[in-house]
Structure formats: structure tokens, C-alpha cells
């Protein structure tokens, strides 16, 4: 089993992915919720960034000392909620 | 006032592949990144290093040379994104493209590249997840795959480490000339004074280049991608349907209609175990608003040739602008008029197969040793003249 210290959390679940990682990913320079996307998959699972989102703004601000924005730089892109490849296929034009 | 050898402008897997190969002859290469490394089109893209369906003649000798590069590339760089000699393969699904698809695949092999026809049967046997109404795939091994967010990420932190300075979240403002020689680039972070200065803006090129008044034409065309759920492997390798390539080929002389929207099959799954179903070709600007129409037919086209797609979840489309010339290449070529400004754009739905050859074209400009000139000729900027 791997060891996890008692400061380090999960942030994003559906990616598995670790504060400490984020912290790592901060401190050589990302500056943005997308770098951190890009570098660690943070925002990229199953749920889109739903649950972590938030989570991930928070380490930002908290790092580059930025108010967390209003509008975030993490889009959400179509279909907003996970729908299956046949239903899009049948129902795509009343999206 | 910051002094660099070289800047280039744009931080795509263009953009970093360039400094890779210029922090060899310069000092300081910087890179100026509007946003974040690999966040424009190189991020918004499949995955494919694909031959097999490269015109045969130069394209294809193009591609095999950026091909080939990539055979070391990871041990080159020292950072691993994740390539695989996964080969492809081109879907058949009518009899009215088998035709068209022998030849095609006749073509290739006198061209040298590697690829074969397959049956249905051999077809099923290579890709249980096709649909049994299938006539026939061609395959080849030669085709490749990449990570192309972790690729832009290991251009850029190989170039760091040998020296060059890569600047995100740093927009190009203007780009300063005197006596028709590029002076320095204006960035909204400062001023940075230069002899060189690379426009590999990708989609965006043609804003850079009229900051020297230079004219481009570079269009995006815009492609769609959904993205699934992560399941377990289920598709080997890159594949492509025949009836866009045939589409493509047979618009040229027997007026057959490209389907809606462009759309083609591609189709690949990444390690982490999503698939990547695309894929659309449009025209709209840089317009990301997306009609329901393209993604239930793009859903619509995969479900065919791979039935068990349907109930795979889709979490996310992604939209991307290919930077489309018009004749499938890229541009990459001084500018006569402006002496110290370059253009490395214009890479289509290539980008990433081509960025390793795309380094070394652009350092041979600057260091003019006499090598690949055949391979620079046919892609100057005076063939859209
Ligand atoms: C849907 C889709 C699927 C694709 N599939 C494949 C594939 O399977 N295989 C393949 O080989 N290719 C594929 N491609 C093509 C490939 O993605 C592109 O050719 C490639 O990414 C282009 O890279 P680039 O660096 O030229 O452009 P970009 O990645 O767009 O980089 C240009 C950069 O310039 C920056 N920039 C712009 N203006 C400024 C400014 N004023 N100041 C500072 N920076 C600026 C932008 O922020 C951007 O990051 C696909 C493309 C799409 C859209
Ligand atoms: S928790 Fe991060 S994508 Fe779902």
C-alpha cells in the first residue's frame, strides 16, 4: 500500500491526483487552474473538474496570491453531464 | 532591455519543438507564450503519427522524415510522452471505396511506405471491435502515436534545460523593424531586442506576421473530438475510415460529395484509457460554439464501423483549429521582405506528426549548412504567391 503523509490529500478523484502534486507543479512555475490541467490531468476525469474545480482554484490563489476569478479558466465543454455515445448519436440535434 | 539570438513566438508543440533544436546554435532562444505551453491546438488534437495516408511523393517523404526522428526522440530528450508504434489502420465500409482504396494503398507501397489491404476477416482478427458489416481495412505498422500534451511539455522542458527562456502567460504585441530587418518583439511584459524572430503562431500566424506587413493566409479549420469515459483497452492503434480519404481524393475529379460537416473517422485511446472519436473539418473562423449536429454525427459515423461505442459515456468534446494553407503543408521559410523574420506555420492535421522535422528545418534557415534543401524547397512561402 502506499504511504500517504498526514498534510498530502487527494484533490481531483476521478484522476487521482495528490496535493502534493499540485503543490510541486506551483512551486516550478505553473500559474493557472489549465497549466495545472495540462501537467497533471487535475480536471480531466469522469466528472470534469465538477468536484475539483474549486479545490484547484483555491491552491492557485493561494500560491500566486491572485483573487480566485470569477469566471474560471477551466471551461466546461458539451455534454455537460456524461451521456452515452448511442444517445448523442439519436438525440444530438435536441442537446 | 533583454537581449535573445532568437524569439519565437508561440509556445505550441511547433513552437517548442523549434527551441529544442535552436538552443544547439544560439545562446538565448526565448519563447514568447500568450498562454500556457501546449494549450492552443496542440492540446485540443488526436494523437496519431500517421504515413499511410499522406499523398504519396513529398508529403510522404516529409512525414518520413519526421517519422523517423521520433524512432529516438524520447531517449533524445530524456523525458518520456508516452510513444507507441501502435500502427493504423483506414476503416472500409463500402464496397464503392474498396476500389479506390486498392489503388491507394498500391500507391503507397511504390511510394515506399509500409501498408497492406486486409479482408474483413483479417480485419476482425486485428480489431475485434469493428463492426461485422466492415469490408476491409488497410493496415500499417508504421504508424505511430504520441501524447501530444506530454510532447509539447518535453519540447519545452528539454529546451529549459538547455537554456532557453520560455515565457508563458506573455502576449506579442508588436514586432519592431528598421531598414526592413527585424529589431525586437514588444511583448505586454516587455521589450525584448532580437536578429530573429519565428512566427509559430500555428492558427494565429497570419495576426504575427501582419505586425511586419507580411500577408498569410493561413485559415483555421476547425475540428471537433469527443472524449469518452476511461475504459479498458478496447482499440489498438490509430484508426481512419476510407470514406473520407476517398471523399478527399475523388471531390478532386468525380465531384463526390465530402460528407457533413467533413466528418471522418478518428480513432484512438489514450493510456489512461479514454477514447478520442473524431473528428470534423469546417470552416467557421475561430468560432468554439458548437452546433449539437456535428457531435450526434460524428457519435452517429464511429457507432457504425464500432458498434460497442454506444454505450461508452461521453464526458467532454474538445474543439480545435487546425492551421489549414490549403495545399496540406506547412509553410516554413524566411520572409524576403523582412530579413530576420521566419514562418513555421500552417502544420493542418499534422502538427504533431510533424513538429521533430519541423526543429531542424527551421535551424538548417538559420544555420544554412546546405542541408535539406529538398525538403525546405517545396515549402516556401512564394508557392501562394
Ligand atoms: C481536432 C484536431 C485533431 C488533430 N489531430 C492530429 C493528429 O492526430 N496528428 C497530428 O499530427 N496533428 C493533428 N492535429 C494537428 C495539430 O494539432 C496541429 O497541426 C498542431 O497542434 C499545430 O501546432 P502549432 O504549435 O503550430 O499551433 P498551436 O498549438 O496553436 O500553437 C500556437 C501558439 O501561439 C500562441 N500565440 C498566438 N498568438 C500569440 C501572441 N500574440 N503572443 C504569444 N503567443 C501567441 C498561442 O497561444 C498558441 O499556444 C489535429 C488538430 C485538430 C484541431
Ligand atoms: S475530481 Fe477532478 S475531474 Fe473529477
Known amino acids: 500500500m502506499e504511504e500517504i503523509t498526514v498534510q498530502d490529500t487527494i484533490i481531483c478523484r476521478c484522476e487521482e491526483v495528490m496535493l502534493s502534486e499540485i503543490i510541486n507543479q506551483l512551486e516550478s512555475g505553473s500559474e493557472t487552474t489549465k497549466e495545472l490541467k495540462l501537467k497533471t490531468r487535475a480536471g480531466m476525469g469522469m466528472c470534469q473538474g465538477r468536484t475539483c474545480r474549486p479545490l484547484l482554484e483555491q491552491a492557485v490563489s493561494f500560491h500566486t496570491s491572485n483573487a480566485i476569478p470569477c469566471v474560471s479558466d477551466l471551461t466546461y465543454n458539451t455534454p455537460i453531464r456524461p451521456l452515452a455515445l448511442g444517445e448523442l448519436a439519436r438525440y444530438g440535434k435536441d442537446l | 532591455m533583454e537581449i535573445a539570438d532568437a524569439v519565437i513566438i508561440g509556445g505550441g508543440v511547433i513552437g517548442t519543438s523549434i527551441a529544442y533544436r535552436l538552443a544547439d546554435i544560439c545562446d ?16 485540443s488534437c488526436d494523437k496519431a503519427i500517421i504515413l499511410q495516408s499522406k499523398k504519396p511523393g513529398f508529403p510522404s517523404k516529409l512525414a518520413q522524415a519526421s517519422r523517423a526522428i521520433y524512432e529516438n526522440l ?37 511510394a515506399g511506405i509500409d501498408v497492406k489491404l486486409l479482408d474483413r476477416k483479417e480485419a476482425l482478427e486485428k480489431q475485434p471491435c469493428f463492426s461485422p458489416h466492415i469490408v476491409g481495412s488497410t493496415y500499417s505498422r508504421e504508424d505511430a502515436e504520441v501524447n501530444p500534451l506530454l510532447l509539447s511539455q518535453a519540447f519545452a522542458k528539454a529546451s529549459r534545460q538547455k537554456g532557453a527562456d520560455i515565457k508563458t502567460h506573455t502576449k506579442v504585441l508588436d514586432i519592431t523593424c528598421e531598414h526592413g530587418r527585424v529589431k525586437g518583439v514588444q511583448t505586454d511584459k516587455g521589450y525584448i531586442a532580437t536578429e530573429w524572430v519565428i512566427n509559430a ?14 500577408e498569410l493566409t493561413i485559415k483555421p479549420r476547425r475540428g471537433v473530438i469527443l472524449i469518452t469515459e476511461k475504459i479498458k483497452p478496447i482499440v489498438h492503434g490509430n484508426i481512419l475510415c476510407a470514406q473520407y ?13 465530402v460528407p ?31 452546433n449539437a449536429n456535428i457531435l450526434s454525427s460524428i457519435a452517429a459515423h464511429a457507432s457504425q464501423i464500432v458498434p460497442s461505442l454506444k454505450t461508452v459515456q461521453i464526458i467532454r468534446s474538445m474543439v480545435g483549429f487546425r492551421p489549414y494553407t490549403g495545399d496540406g503543408l506547412p509553410i ?38 546546405g542541408r535539406h534543401k529538398e525538403l525546405l524547397e517545396p515549402l516556401k512561402l512564394e508557392r501562394f504567391k
Open chain 2, 245 to 257: 480519404i476517398a471523399a478527399k481524393h475523388l471531390t478532386d475529379n468525380k465531384g463526390t460529395e
Open chain 2, 74 to 110: 524520447e531517449d533524445e530528450l530524456g523525458i518520456p510522452f508516452e510513444f507507441k508504434k501502435a500502427g493504423g489502420m483506414i476503416v472500409i465500409q463500402s464496397p464503392e471505396h474498396l476500389q479506390f482504396m486498392k489503388q491507394f494503398v498500391e500507391d503507397q507501397n511504390k
Open chain 2, 332 to 369: 516554413i521559410d524566411k520572409v524576403p521582405e523582412v530579413e530576420g523574420f521566419l514562418i513555421a506555420a500552417g502544420h493542418e492535421g499534422d502538427g504533431i506528426a510533424l513538429a521533430p522535422i519541423t526543429g531542424y528545418l527551421v535551424r538548417e534557415l538559420i544555420e544554412r549548412s
Open chain 2, 201 to 214: 503562431a500555428g492558427p494565429f500566424a497570419p495576426a504575427i506576421a501582419e505586425m511586419v506587413g507580411v
Open chain 2, 260 to 290: 457533413p460537416f467533413g466528418i471522418g473517422l478518428s480513432l484512438g485511446q489514450t493510456k489512461s484509457g479514454n477514447l478520442l472519436i473524431g473528428g470534423s473539418r469546417e470552416f467557421v473562423g475561430f468560432d468554439k460554439s458548437i
Open chain 2, 28 to 43: 538565448k532562444v526565448v519563447v514568447v507564450e500568450k498562454g500556457e505551453v501546449g494549450a492552443q491546438t496542440s492540446g
